[in-house]
């Protein structure tokens, strides 16, 4: 199955309420697809949702390595900063995003 093909089983899982079962699938993925920003998108978000915020820390610095000139990449580390405590940082990632939108 390709990336995307598994992307998609992972996001119906999601849909389908299997919230633990969808990470554990998109943690594969990106486990063979180290570079699928997407995927690390969607793990900061599902895992957030799980309270697993550090593990939602973790995948959305990737997706900064990944897409360091996409803001929306530092919004999203900033709320899942600010959902683990990490208020210095969630800031900083927030003043990241606001300087590249103008």
Not at 15 to 29: Q, R
Not at 41 to 59: D, I, M
Not at 69 to 85: D, H, I, K, Q, W
């Amino acid at each position: 199955m390709n990336q995307d093909d598994a992307y998609e089983a992972a996001e119906k899982l999601k849909n389908d309420g299997k919230l633990e079962e969808a990470v554990t699938a998109l943690e594969a993925v990106v486990a063979e697809n180290p570079d699928f920003a997407l995927a690390y998108s969607a793990l900061a978000a599902w895992c957030t949702r799980l309270e697993r915020h550090e593990k939602a820390v973790e995948h959305a610095r990737r997706v900064c390595e990944l897409e360091p000139n996409e803001p929306f990449s530092y919004t999203a580390l900033s709320v899942a900063c600010m959902r683990a405590g990490k208020i210095e940082e969630a800031e900083e990632a927030l003043g990241r995003s606001r300087m590249m939108t103008g």
